[in-house]
């Protein structure tokens, strides 16, 4: 695209510039932080076509929160994976009552170029195994360990406390442990 | 390899090949994002240029020109309601006096009369 994520200054700064009405900050804040919604919703729900229009939805929330928005509430980006996180988990739960063969396709996370090797076909194992867990807890791992957040802030996105965050953290890298065990060695491991 | 100090269970390759390899949004996707933030953008605040009053001002000479203006209005105002009753209030008495002053004196007159005849 013509403009890139590149700049310094903040999400806040710049959504609230957003909010003024300036049309730049739009364009730094679009590309900044979809990939942040579409990847965290990508993950929950292991459908690109979902997680895409969740990753809208989310966005389009944040434009229309904008003209509002105050300067000591939370970050940004805590925000936005609230809102990405909340309609992903909508979408589970609608998901619930259709039968197997309407199952969405799964995410491609790693370009067909690079598909063989053993480091895509790691994260797409990974993905698998993270659509496994029971949602809470991947959510959890999803924020923790591949989003890189603090426990706390997992914890206000989330809507519980820190304590039941390290404990769906452990629990789902368990469930992980196990559902990956049968593949460590076809994924190049050498556990001997 | 991992780092088995820093991971005991194993799974600390796993989430790094997944950081390595994120889902990406399309370009379509940012396209329709970008198209909601230009559809809900609130109108822009319009740049406030200097007042109605503030360029009057300028045009009078600032404010210390405004001062002198304000300055003499409130004394016309004062001079006119006074009606001039005592101009004395005006002056302060400074020029209430009227002092002759005698340039050329009778004798001296006299004088030059005299010489005019002859």
Not at chain 2, 43 to 48: H, I, N
Not at chain 2, 59 to 67: A, D, I, P, T
Request: net charge negative; proline share 5%.
């Amino acid at each position: 695209m013509a403009f890139d994520a590149e700049d310094d200054r903040s999400d806040e700064a710049l959504l609230a510039l957003y909010g003024r009405g300036d049309a730049g900050a739009a364009r730094v804040l679009t590309l900044r932080l979809t990939p942040l919604a579409f990847r965290v919703a990508a993950r929950m729900l292991g459908d690109k076509a979902e997680a895409e229009d969740v990753a809208q939805e989310a966005m389009l929330r944040l434009w229309r929160q904008a003209p509002n928005w105050q300067g000591g509430q939370a970050r940004v980006t805590t925000w936005l994976y609230r809102v990405a996180v909340n309609l992903a988990t909508d979408r589970l739960r609608k998901r619930r009552g259709l039968p197997l063969d309407e199952a969405p396709e799964p995410v491609e996370t790693a370009p067909g170029a690079v598909g063989r090797m053993i480091e895509a076909e790691r994260a797409a194992a990974l993905d698998a195994a993270l659509m496994a867990l029971p949602e809470r807890q991947r959510e959890a791992v999803i924020l923790r360990h591949l989003e890189g957040l603090s426990n706390p802030e997992i914890a206000e996105i989330m809507g519980v406390g820190v304590e039941a965050v390290e404990s769906l953290t452990a629990r789902g890298k368990r469930g992980l442990t196990a559902a990956l065990a049968g593949r460590r060695a076809e994924l190049g491991y050498d556990d001997d | 390899m991992t780092d088995r100090k820093h991971d005991d269970d194993g799974l600390e390759g796993f989430f790094s090949a997944a950081r390595a390899y994120p889902p990406e949004p399309s370009e379509a996707l940012l396209a329709r994002v970008l198209a909601d933030a230009e559809a809900a953008r609130p109108a822009p605040v319009p740049v406030r240029g200097p007042g109605l009053l503030s360029r009057i001002g300028d045009l009078l000479g600032g404010w210390q020109g405004l001062g002198g203006l304000a300055t003499a209005t409130v004394a016309g105002l004062w001079i006119g309601y006074a009606e001039l009753a005592d101009p004395d209030q005006l002056t302060g008495g400074l020029v209430g006096a009227s002092d002759v002053v005698d340039l050329l004196p009778q004798a001296e007159l006299f004088a030059l009369a005299m010489e005019m005849e002859e």
